[in-house]
């Protein structure tokens, strides 16, 4: 039975490993290191201007018209998505595109919506 299970003996020098350091690391430095490792896990928010929310709309129009496959990026709670479908319908009351993919019928809205890839 070890008695000291965190020592590990390195030649004639018991040593404690990282554990040693954890009691110099306050409570708020952990939190704050935690929530820094998070943010990078984050997206950087896209700043679309108003040539771009035009050129968006054009690519919206055409894609509706054509019915040709598009690949929509959108960004939702700090992290880009991928949608691959067939634009249905612009829907202008709700502010939504409704599109189709294998799985089924989608609504995304607008306000999400990143950049548009027309694919056919």
């Known amino acids: 039975m070890k008695v000291n299970k965190h020592l590990k003996v390195q030649g004639t020098i018991k040593d404690r490993g990282v554990i040693k350091w ?3 690391m306050l409570t708020e430095h952990v939190e704050m290191i935690r929530a ?3 943010e990078d896990q984050h997206d950087a928010e896209p700043e ?3 040539t771009d929310l035009q050129l968006l709309q054009e690519e919206l129009v055409l894609a509706t018209q054509r ?3 598009v690949k929509l990026k959108s ?3 700090k992290k880009f998505h991928y949608h691959l479908g067939i634009i249905q319908e612009l829907d202008g009351r ?3 595109i409704i599109y189709q993919d294998p799985s089924g019928i989608h609504r995304l809205p607008m306000d999400e919506l990143v950049s548009v890839w027309l694919l056919d």
């Open 75 to 77: 960004w939702k709670e």
């Open 22 to 24: 954890q009691g110099m």
């Open 94 to 96: 709700s502010r939504s």
């Open 48 to 50: 679309l201007n108003e």
């Open 36 to 38: 820094w490792y998070e």
């Open 67 to 69: 019915k040709c496959q």
